[in-house]
């Protein structure tokens, strides 16, 4: 699909307008009255032995370091989450609060513990806020991802690790982003990425756990949260790559959020730091990634 110049202009638009608008960093979700019960992850991790990596935005071009992580292989399902909210009858739909969800909340749910009829319990669950989706996280023992662990895995394609530099790689993106009704469908069922990660583009756009944060400055990187500055988007301007057009509309997205929305195609998938165990009995891939522009 031929992508034209006016679209580029449109998704700089967004992330542009939602620079103007400075907002507050969500509260913790452990915050929420009760904390959420234990459960076990049905889904495996893969490991991502880290790199660096030059981020979309920015405001010089330095490459950015990750750390060695683990991240699922795939979007948390409705099935997974239906148990989550049984569990956690404070995060169902009629008792959530709503400081931590709005009232789109998994409105299309039948009840509180019924999903809707028809739907697709392997699907990934989408509305869902970032408050939900960092609960459940909790509740498994893992975490959300940060956004640059999130790109770093997304810059593959199903052969190399940095496919950016391949025009089909965007493009291909696109398209996958403009299929309707995309988010009904099971998980697992498209080839994975070179890394082993499932479903990065083709299901549903996923809550990071810095979603908006990456826009302002390379200090937004390290991890420190508690500057309400972080969650403001900088100017389009910033950008590294203005070809890159899927990475336009991911972050005109993600700039548009904020912590308690839900969306009728957001998921999610959790994340893990790599502890010394996880390096060593983890599938090694032939080679690392390379710090590649």
Request: aromatic content about 12%; hydrophobic content about 40%; charged content about 20%.
């Amino acid at each position: 699909m031929k992508i034209h110049f006016i679209h580029i202009i449109a998704f700089s638009v967004v992330v542009w307008c939602a620079s103007c608008n400075r907002q507050e960093a969500p509260p913790d979700a452990g915050s929420h009255t009760l904390q959420p019960e234990q459960l076990s992850s049905q889904a495996e991790m893969v490991l991502i032995p880290g790199g660096a990596y030059k981020p979309f935005y920015g405001s010089d071009t330095a490459m950015v370091k990750v750390k060695p992580f683990l991240i699922d292989e795939r979007p948390v399902t409705n099935g997974e989450f239906l148990e989550f909210v049984k569990a956690n009858p404070q995060w169902q739909r009629s008792q959530v609060k709503r400081l931590y969800a709005d009232t789109n909340y998994l409105h299309n749910w039948v009840g509180d513990t019924i999903l809707p009829k028809g739907i697709n319990k392997d699907a990934p669950v989408t509305q869902l806020s970032w408050y939900a989706a960092k609960a459940y996280a909790m509740a498994v023992g893992k975490r959300l991802p940060l956004l640059d662990e999130w790109e770093l895995v997304a810059m593959a394609d199903e052969t190399v690790a940095n496919a950016r530099q391949k025009k089909s790689y965007s493009d291909r993106i696109v398209n996958l982003y403009l299929v309707k009704n995309r988010q009904y469908n099971a998980v697992k069922q498209s080839p994975p990425n070179y890394w082993g990660v499932y479903n990065l583009f083709d299901l549903v756009w996923e809550w990071t756990d810095d979603f908006n944060s990456v826009l302002v400055t390379g200090d937004a990187r390290s991890g420190d949260y508690s500057d309400n500055n972080l969650f403001c988007a900088g100017s389009a301007t910033s950008a590294t790559d203005v070809l890159n057009y899927a990475a336009f509309m991911r972050f005109s997205m993600r700039a548009g959020l904020k912590a308690h929305y839900t969306v009728g195609n957001l998921g999610f998938r959790c994340a893990k730091d790599a502890d010394e165990q996880s390096l060593l009995t983890a599938p090694k891939k032939r080679d690392l990634l390379r710090a590649e522009d």
